[in-house]
RNA sequence: GCGGGCGUAGCUCAAUUGGUAGAGUACCACCUUGCCAAGGUGGAUGUUGACGGUUCGAAUCCGUUCGCCCGCUCCA
């Protein structure tokens, strides 16, 4: 099968006519970086996270569930980090437009026997302090003066005090003058709880799953029957206040996030823990029809770590806007347990009966978007091709995620004996799996339109299944060949395909 | 946040120098139809993204704003 993966516009232009994905608020015009789920759209989204739940938490013994809620103690915030670290200082320069993080812009005086010149600044880099040096020896040139020149010493500019920043040149235009003071820019949502809206009550709402977890690691522990390693799985919703959100769900202020927090021993081997969950989670995508030649893995440079990570690698899929990360699959080490533990004061350990030994353990956490799968399978599933000449736009969607599982048509809509048969045999079916039922137009037509939405089987009930018992027919989506056979082998066939 | 492009029916698009907003397709009903977007008849559909201005008159001109796409920037 071929790995093409379908152009943008296509798959914008199909989520909105079919009513997968809408703009959030279309009526008023829309809202930058949300997005609302249609009816066949909540259908596959939550096919993909009833999947992730079989597969991690049901059919895997080592792992349960949570479900915490969306705001927590804002103290959580604060220990883990997202308070102070979870922003970005961004500084504009008026003249040139351009925009800089405060932390990568790099700025120093220049003075001669104790004399200031003036000021150079350089982006961040490997050489910038020799260009920072070249520069001053240049301003020092220039004004023609003579003397020592006292170390280039640079400092960042969220350290510029408001005297200095004036005078720091924008590394667009060189000149003075243009840079803004740095504004810090938190990514988290802010909200108030209760009613007074004080510095007391403010409150955030959760930028990421995962630290519900883990401030219910020691409930979890406590009752959970859990052994040493365990893993903690959570799917929901969080929320990023995103300067620029773009590409579609693929970076939203709003998603949701399938994480598993899963605990280790400090002395187990964590990188060879890393590498299975890799694998394990190569594997799922491949098994919901992610095919592995459009998946990838990026490793993150060491320098480049976030604060809490030992290493982390990203499953990278190959999205029409390019090869973005998928999911990420990172080795926290014991950063966040050992900073709620202090910050809550309780112990957030765990004794192991065989060593008698008491540790905090380190945790691997695989966290994967919702919404991401979504759009990956779309574009994995999107195809358009011919049918004796006809164009055909077909949803090759495996039948675990397709938002139906099968249509049930009567071959010809005024007979009414197929159509009370046909109404009969979707009753039965819908027990089970989600079916739709469909009689208006040619029946081709209606093949057609379940192949735009991705529904695997077609299913037509006709003079044969009436007059000779002989079952009725299944029509294959991809393939686009029929079977007969009867209405139990049908349900069994069903099962199979969809629940594996 | 900056620059460029774009917003007309569910979709794809028309609409002359400013002069009654249309077509194809899809949709709904009925008829027809013995397996891959057939045919017939009838029907519904728009504050032309929103707000304001100019004008006797605005989809069209001007301003503001919102949203989308592309490129920068950003993305612990």
Request: hydrophobic content about 40%; glycine content about 6%; charged content about 25%.
């Amino acid at each position: 099968m071929a790995t093409s993966t379908a152009p943008m516009d296509a798959i914008l232009n199909l989520c909105k006519r079919r009513g997968f994905v809408f703009a959030s608020s279309d009526i008023y015009g829309g809202l930058n970086g949300f997005f609302d789920y249609g009816p066949l759209g909540v259908e596959l989204k939550n096919n993909i996270k009833q999947a992730w739940w079989q597969d991690f938490v049901h059919r895997a013994d080592d792992i349960v569930g949570l479900d915490s809620s969306i705001i927590h103690h804002p103290a959580t915030w604060k220990a883990s980090g997202h308070v102070d670290n979870f922003t970005d200082p961004l500084v504009d320069c008026r003249e040139s437009k351009m925009r800089y993080r405060a932390d990568q812009l790099h700025f120093a005086p220049v003075r001669v026997a104790g004399d200031l010149l003036g000021y150079v600044s350089v982006l961040e880099d490997e050489g910038m302090q020799a260009k920072a040096e070249e520069a001053a020896h240049e301003m020092k040139r220039k004004l023609a003066r003579q003397g020592t020149l006292e170390p280039v010493v640079l400092r960042d500019f969220t350290q510029a005090t408001a005297e200095e920043i004036p005078l720091v040149p924008s590394p667009a235009t060189g000149k003075p003058g243009s840079l803004t003071p740095p504004r810090s820019f938190n990514m988290m949502f802010q909200t108030h709880v209760g009613a007074l809206q004080d510095a007391s009550s403010v409150a955030y709402l959760r930028p990421e799953t995962a630290q519900g977890i883990f401030i219910n690691f020691k409930n979890v522990v406590d009752t959970g029957r859990v052994r040493l390693p365990f893993g903690i799985a959570q799917v929901g919703k969080a929320f990023r206040n995103e300067i620029n959100p773009r590409n579609f769900i693929f970076r939203s202020r709003e998603f949701e996030q399938m994480e598993i927090e899963y605990f280790i021993s400090p002395s187990a081997d964590w990188q060879a823990s890393h590498r299975a969950w890799i694998e394990r989670c190569l594997a799922w995508f491949e098994s919901i029809g992610i095919p592995r030649a459009k998946l990838s893995l990026h490793e993150h440079p060491r320098e480049k770590l976030s604060h809490y990570s030992k290493g982390t690698t990203d499953i990278m899929f190959e999205f029409p806007f390019g090869v973005q990360e998928l999911q990420g699959i990172a080795a926290r080490g014991d950063f966040d347990l050992t900073q709620h533990s202090a910050a809550s004061g309780q112990r957030l350990d765990w004794f192991d009966e065989a060593s008698k030994e008491r540790y905090i353990p380190h945790v691997i956490e695989p966290s994967v978007g919702v919404d991401r799968v979504f759009l990956a399978l779309l574009a994995t599933a999107y195809h358009e091709d011919e049918v004796e000449g006809e164009k055909r736009t077909v949803l090759r969607l495996p039948a675990r995620v397709a938002p139906y599982k099968a249509a049930v048509f009567p071959l010809l809509k005024n007979k009414p004996e197929l159509v009370e048969r046909a109404r009969a045999l979707h009753a039965r079916l819908r027990r089970r799996f989600n079916v739709f039922y469909d009689e208006a137009g040619a029946i081709g037509r209606r093949y057609r339109r379940q192949d735009e939405i991705g529904t695997p089987f077609g299913v037509t009930v006709d003079f044969d299944t009436l007059e000779k018992g002989a079952g009725v027919t299944v029509r294959d989506r991809d393939t686009l060949e029929q079977a007969r056979m009867s209405e139990d082998d049908l349900v069994r066939f069903l099962d199979e395909r969809v629940n594996g």
